[in-house]
């Protein structure tokens, strides 16, 4: 009796843990798509890791977060956004997620990608990019 229990609240504590992890990164693309509907560099740069790879149309730079926070600052007023969805979202076997979108503004749309990983438990944005379409 006292090992199905043990079983049992092993198992509960197993899939809490699991659900915790799919939330995170949940959340975590929900508040990216977000930023990207209203082209907030400030709340994307949230997300960010302590350095990041952005790539816009080929041109591909590491910078700090506050770096490519100022960066998309000026993008996102050059390319004003309409609208931003994703179209779809993963992970890899490794434990990395992504998701690619769509960033539409009044001119055309970009196509997103957006990797991120986990950094001491947390998942944090380390590449973005924005490829012209």
Do not use: C, W
Not at 117 to 131: A, E, H, M, Q, W
Request: proline share 1%.
């Amino acid at each position: 009796m006292k090992k199905t229990l043990k079983r049992v609240i092993f198992t509960l504590g197993l899939l809490f843990t699991i659900s915790l992890g799919f939330s995170q990164d949940d959340a975590l693309f929900k508040n990216v798509r977000s930023a990207l509907k209203v082209g907030s560099s400030r709340e994307l740069a949230k997300y960010f890791n302590e350095t990041i790879e952005l790539n816009i149309n080929g041109e591909s730079a590491n910078y700090s977060s506050v770096h490519a926070e100022i960066y998309l600052k000026d993008f996102f007023k050059k390319y004003e956004p309409v609208d931003f969805e994703y179209a779809h979202q993963g992970s890899s076997s490794e434990g990395q997620k992504y998701a690619i979108g769509n960033y539409s503004f009044s001119g055309g749309s970009f196509r997103v990608l957006i990797r991120a990983k986990s950094f001491n438990g947390t998942y944090r944005i380390y590449i973005v990019d924005f490829l012209k379409e």
